[in-house]
């Protein structure tokens, strides 16, 4: 069944993809496009992204008050021919052939008139569908130069992307041919020289490639190692990471001493003839003085915030500590009745700046934790020990994020945890212990954080033992 445009009224053909011949309107065969009313006449519903550049064509229909005009005009030209050349030869007719020679005249002026006219209006009207179809040609032609470009800068995009994820190795290449050429020229120096040193010019040769393929080797992974910083921003917390002395842990200590963390920072004299609870401290206190890495430094202040928390009624689960590097950004999620936080901690130096990409991630995560859980309504918190640029901020604050800036790690927090069981059993915990960040402090159970071991020991804690698996009797 025939159906009309949407916008004119023409008639149009639905069984292909065109353009209204009356008025330029796109018209596409999926029936999705398309919403009729009552009367079955299609209305077509414009696609909200592709926008389709029509051409142009302008009307030059010629108007019956036009033609009749040039008509009119001519048909005056022609009898006023007629009458000047052709009145003389009527007087020498006989009266009663004038008449009949004017009507002759007459009818001579209207055909002449009429085919004048006719050959005006398709010779105008050849000159102006020529103009229209040169126009539409030209349209046509500069639409295809932008789809070509369009093209060539989408491949371009395609090519660079892929590119840059590989390590831009094609660029590389190019270096390398470079160098190639400048070492082979060293090499043929050397090969040539007036006292040729034929050896060492090869040696010279090999070495250069072994230089040029270890080069390409190292540039290819920077890039590589750029280009995943630049998508994954909690890369960057893992960079320059100091290496923790492991001098003391190889000393001779026995199985079991080995299995008590203290041992890592104690000398095997000291942990022999230290009591437990001297000791103990004696390795708290070089647990906060050691060099630590990046990575633990930001452990550190993830516990830092927990506890915080953990202060104010929240039970909070050390999610960024035991997922690693699947946390997907949230370091720590909150709840305290029906509230829910996600949080993420940064602690850089002073001298950093957090940019929007750390916003982005810890709104992504955000909305996916939001996503999997409809029935809670959580809350995303950002914490750093620096500051954030102004574009980050702005973009934490169009996306609902509450932020923390500047806000440093206490060293001194109290950060033993003291535990009270399911059995009633009273347990202290170091931050270096095995169920460290698996306890939650309860302060309404009589639970506590506190600075010192003699403290701990004083309430009637005992330190926890190192948790060793569920065993299968045999």
Known sequence: MGNSCGKCGHSIDTNANYLCPNCGQTFWQSEELFRKNGDHTPQVREPEVVETKHITIPDNTTSVSQYLGKFIGLLLAWAFGILVFGGWIITLFP???????????????????????????????????????????TQINESIVQTNAANQEIEILKSSIKEKSAGF????????????????????????????????????????????????QNKKTKSIIEYYESIAPFLLDFKEEIIEDEDIALQEFTEEEQADPVSNFLTKEEYRKLPSAQRNQ????????????????????????????????????????????????????CNKGKNFLIVQCKHWSQFKTIHEKHIFQLFGTFFQYKDANPDKK?????????????????????????????????TSYPCIKCNIGKNKEKIYHLPFDQQYDNTNIEIKKGEFYCSTVAEAEKAGFRRAYRWHGVRENN
Request: hydrophobic share 40%; proline share 3%.
């Open 282 to 333: 004696m390795a708290l206190d070089r647990y906060w003085k050691r060099p630590k890495s990046k990575w633990l430094i930001g452990r550190m202040y993830e516990r830092y915030i927990g506890y915080l928390y953990e202060k104010e009624g929240y039970d909070v689960n050390y999610h960024g500590i035991f997922q690693g590097y699947e946390d997907l950004g949230r370091d720590l999620i």
């Open 169 to 216: 190795p094609t660029l590389l290449e190019y270096i390398a041919t470079y160098e190639k050429v400048r070492d082979d020229y060293l090499a043929g120096y050397l090969a040539h020289k007036p006292h040729p040193a034929l050896s060492s010019a090869q040696i010279v040769k090999e070495e250069a490639r072994r230089r040029r393929e270890a080069e390409f």
């Open 378 to 410: 959580p809350k995303a918190v950002f914490y750093t020990s620096t500051s954030l640029s102004d574009l980050a901020r702005r973009f934490a604050n169009e996306l609902d994020i509450d932020l923390v800036e500047n806000c440093k790690m206490d």
């Open 95 to 137: 009266d009663n052939y004038q008449t009949f020679l004017v009507v002759i005249a007459g009818v001579v002026a209207l055909v002449g008139a009429s085919y004048s006219t006719y050959s005006g209006l398709v010779s105008e009207a050849a000159a102006q569908e020529k103009a229209r179809l040169k126009e539409a040609e």
